[in-house]
């Protein structure tokens, strides 16, 4: 039997609180698709919005699989609760469907970090379409953002449009890299890269520290051909062994770096403003979808137009024209 939910009331007093438990069960919640739990998420963002802490810092993060994102976010996440900063990692990882279990869930990922009473970690949620997955994960961030998690670390798990998602909802965007191969190579697109406000070759140890310098080079070489930037960064390119934690250290310090310019050349607070329109009108779109679908004239119709456009009685442009005229006459 699962438990009662607990009220809204209840949910947002203990997120503000810093209750890590509530916090779980109110991101199940806004996670959840079921009619009854998408009102009270509603009501819940809604009471929580008045104490969205102002200074908080959401950093996008990605890489090919296998370049140790989850390594590295483990030694950038203990780095910053060394430093008494409460630290959220989420992900984005519309893939999970598909493989029947979340990366993040399935691995033993992140032992250390997931133990730290500063850190909560939260594997991202199977979600039906990369917009749904990226919608929650924007509604995830404001709950762990309302509960204290100054530090907010989005990793793209999959590979491919999963990164502009990320990068719409983040202030930084990082980029990991593999020591030695040319991004052809490593699979990665040029727009990703035009994209990152910092990239870090990882894996810099052992007999790799020369091929690392190699690539940090290649990569500060290829930085030149792109255009400025609009938040007026140039893009650093670091190295790090996420294993050893060299590096970690001054990653951080860039981002941070980062983070002062982009403040103090106002970016940062346009930035945010543009992804808030972005997130409306996402936000706009799924409500409009699933309104349309349930309201039950519409149901009827379809059920009706369905069976004619199949026999080739109405032409399905027609047919869409006259389901929507059950809403919008
Ligand atoms: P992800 O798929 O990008 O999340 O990569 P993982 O974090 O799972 O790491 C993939 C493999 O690379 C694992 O075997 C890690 O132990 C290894 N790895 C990660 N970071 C480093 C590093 O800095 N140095 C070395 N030598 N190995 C690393």
Known sequence: M?????????????IRRGDRVLLGRAITLVESTAPAHQAQAGELMAALQAYAPVQTFRVGITGSPGVGKSTFIEALGKHLAGQGQKVAVLAVDPTSQVSGGSILGDKTRMEQLSVDPLAFIRPSPAGDSLGGVARKTRETIALV???????????????????TAVHRMTDAFLLLLLPGAGDELQGIKRGIVEMADLLVVNKADGDRVQLANQARAHYLNALHLFPAKENGWTPRVLACSATEGTGIADVWATLETYKKTAQDNGF?????????????????????????????????????LEEAVAAGRMSPFAAAREVLRVVFP
């Open 145 to 163: 953002e309302a509960a204290g998690y100054g530090v907010v670390l989005v990793e793209t798990v999959g590979v491919g449009q999963s990164e």
């Open 268 to 304: 940062f607070d346009k930035n945010r403003q543009v992804q808030a329109h972005y997130w409306f009108r996402d936000a706009l779109e799924q409500e409009l979808r699933t309104a349309f679908y349930r309201h039950p004239a519409v149901q009827e119709k379809l059920n009706m």
């Open 2 to 14: 699962p438990r009662p939910l607990p009220s809204v009331t209840e949910l947002a007093d203990g």
